[in-house]
Every structure is written in C-alpha cells, then in structure tokens.
C-alpha cells in the first residue's frame, strides 16, 4: 500500500519570497502524484499531476513540483508567493492499474505574511 | 472547469436524525468517492463506486451508507446522526483513461454539525 507523508503542518512566507512545501510518499513502482490545493470551505483544486516523462512537472497558478525517484520525493516550489496562495496544499499518490485509491497526506497549511 | 455539486452546503441537525448528503457529477464520470475531511487531517476515504449499481466501503464507512443508480448522482445516507459525525464531507469524481484513474474532481463540499 502507498503512504504519503507531508512532515510541515504549517508554513509561514511573506508575500514575494519563494516556497517549498515538502512531500515524501513511499510505494513500491512509480505512482501517479499530485498535488491539490484547498482554500477555506471550498474542495480540492488539482495544481499539477505526475504521470511520467519529465520530472519538473508545471501547473496552474505558477507552481511547478519535481519528481525525485531516488528520494520518494515530490515537492512543490513556486517562486514567488501571492497572498492569494494562502490555503491548504495536499499531496496524493495514487497507484497504477488496479482499483487506484488515491492516499492523500495530512496537508500542509501555508500562511502568507504582507 | 470541473462540475460536480454538493447539496448542502453548510447543515446543522439534531442527534439521532436521518440524514442524505447529495452529490452530482456532470462529466460523465464512472469513478466516485465520498471523503471525510477533519481541520489538520487527511481525507479519510468512506465510500466509493466504479459506476452505477457498483458501491465498495472505504476505511470510515461503518456507520453510512451511499448508492449508485445514476452515473451522475452518489448520495451518502447517515441513518443516525451524531455528534462525532460533525465533519466536512467531500465527494469527488474520476475517470479511467489509458487503463489507470486519472486525477479525482472535488465538489465543495458539505459542512456537517451534528448538535
């Protein structure tokens, strides 16, 4: 079975400086990732996904994710953080074939400074 | 722009009342999935159906149900509501392209209080 672990419950950035936010899953092939963001009373918005092919994976709103294979790692970046952006961010992995249930982590809630 | 709906948004009822949660999907969809989402936690799969006639438990569905008649609609019924059911719920939908699901739709979810 596939877990995803997303190890910053919170992260605080002021408006303009770059973000990283951190996600590690662990499954035993390559899976699908994705990352999706949650604004307050609103549901799950996709930002970007990672089927295949390249690793450096672009979405909307500015933000881009790399696939690390070799650290189980897919981060999301964006290089300049709007106030707009503050919301919860979630990594999910999915696995190919088969019934696919998506795991989805626990979030991590970014707070943007002005 | 994805269209799946949620009715209602925002409930308060009383213990030991039966409730439905509505969900619509427009895209044609045949995968669905009824979420549970806690502040701070990851979304607890309840239920989810690979098309009409098809429903499977997640790992939170003891106490719901969900059918699938329509392709389009996958309500979820809580026979008895409590207060450990205050929640927000979230459906979503996918669809099977190239042999795998590809990513999952979320409608906006309802916001249960239980009093």
């Known amino acids: 079975a596939q877990s995803v672990t997303q190890p910053d419950i919170h992260i605080t950035v002021s408006e303009g400086a770059s973000l990283e936010l951190r996600c590690n899953y662990s499954?035993?092939?390559?899976?699908?990732l994705f990352w999706y963001v949650q604004s307050p009373g609103q549901g799950l918005q996709l930002l970007l996904k990672y089927f295949s092919g390249d690793t450096l994976v672009q979405g909307i709103k500015g933000f881009e994710a790399e696939f690390k294979r070799s650290q189980s790692s897919f981060n999301l970046r964006k290089p300049s953080v709007h106030w707009s952006d503050a919301a919860e961010y979630f990594c999910?992995?999915?696995?190919?074939?088969?019934?696919?249930?998506?795991?989805f982590g626990r979030g991590t809630s970014l707070i943007v400074h002005p | 722009e994805a269209d799946i709906y949620q009715t209602p948004r925002y409930l308060v009822i009383g213990t030991g009342k039966k409730i439905t949660l509505e969900c619509s999907q427009t895209m044609g969809h045949d995968k669905m999935y009824w979420y549970q989402q806690d502040p701070g936690m990851e979304l607890h799969l309840i239920h989810y159906?690979?098309?009409?006639?098809?429903?499977e438990k997640g790992d939170l569905s003891s106490e719901s149900t969900v059918s699938r008649i329509r392709t389009e609609h996958f309500p979820l019924t809580l026979e008895s509501a409590r207060p450990s059911h205050t929640s927000q719920y979230l459906c979503a939908s996918s669809v099977k392209t190239g042999g795998s699901y590809n990513e999952q739709f979320f409608g906006p979810g309802t916001r249960l209080t239980v009093l």
């Open positions: 499954y035993g092939a390559t899976p699908y």
């Open positions: 159906s690979y098309g009409v006639n098809s429903t």
């Open positions: 999910a992995v999915g696995a190919r074939g088969g019934s696919y249930i998506p795991t």
